[in-house]
């Protein structure tokens, strides 16, 4: 699988920015973990089902129906972070939930249990995979590790999206998740310019925050590099939709500008 690769950023995004919790903090999240002695992942066999991986991004609740018919064909629904209370606030029922983050506050993203779910949780989570550095670049790992070639993925946009329905705010907001997480509203936006060599009229603009940025690059490494292990449908029209269909389209490099809002 080829993608489209981004290249001239005036932004520079620091490959070596320092996770959201402190290291000790972390270390001892993971020892108490350890302690528990819950099952760990393992590899499974590659298998033919589909996963429908509900991530966290505003085109989340654009796309609501798709991901109900989606489900009702037979797929696995696995939510990431607050997608999995989104899922069931709709009667969907996640097959799995995956979360990573470190920080407390993940604690209330997995309140309501669910029988039949399996909780997926890094071991440096408060409580109960090395590529990428958000939840929705280790769940694809994750997935295919346990077998699943196949992924339709909603809400997964790197960036943020104008709203069609009405928020707190107002209608047609610009929203950083298909749900509220106020640790995000004060995120760093930046304007990023999308235009493929030799065709300006597909030149596209997102606001996006620089973790968001980040996980466009992390997503772009992870396709280069195992693009042949597994089958992706993103769905909606944000930064990750874009550049795989300027990568199905045309397969040329395309030159991102990025400058602070």
């Not at 992942?41 to 991901?67: F, M």
């Not at 705010?169 to 930046?190: F, I, P, S, V």
């Not at 269909?245 to 500008?257: P, R, T």
Request: with cysteine.
């Amino acid at each position: 699988m080829k993608v489209a690769i981004l290249k001239d950023h005036k932004y520079q995004i620091n490959p070596d920015d320092k996770c959201n919790v402190p290291d000790d903090i972390i270390l001892e999240q993971v020892k108490a973990n350890i302690r528990r002695q819950l099952p760990q992942v393992q590899p499974h066999a590659p298998n033919h089902d589909t996963v429908i991986l509900a991530c966290g991004g505003p085109s989340l609740a654009i796309y609501e129906k798709e991901l109900i018919k989606a489900s009702w064909n037979g797929g696995k629904v696995v939510a990431v972070n607050g997608a999995y209370e989104w899922c069931i606030s709709r009667n969907i029922k996640p097959t799995a939930m995956v979360m990573l983050d470190a920080r407390a506050f993940n604690a209330r993203f997995v309140k309501i249990p669910v029988p039949g779910c399996r909780y997926l949780l890094a071991s440096q989570c408060l409580f109960p995979i090395g590529l990428g550095t958000t939840i929705t670049i280790k769940a694809i790992q994750l997935m295919r590790m346990l077998g699943f070639q196949s992924f339709d993925i909603f809400g997964f946009d790197s960036c943020w999206i104008k709203s069609p329905w009405y928020t707190a705010t107002g209608y047609g907001e610009y929203q950083h998740h298909a749900y509220d997480q106020k640790e995000n509203d004060n995120d760093k936006r930046l304007r990023v310019v999308l235009k493929p060599e030799g065709r300006d009229d597909m030149t596209r603009e997102f606001i996006c925050a620089p973790w968001m940025m980040r996980q466009s690059m992390d997503f772009q490494k992870l396709i280069h590099d195992h693009g042949n292990d597994f089958r992706l449908n993103v769905r909606g029209d944000g930064l990750i939709a874009t550049i795989l269909k300027f990568s199905a389209e045309l397969g040329s490099e395309v030159i991102a500008s990025v400058t602070e809002e």
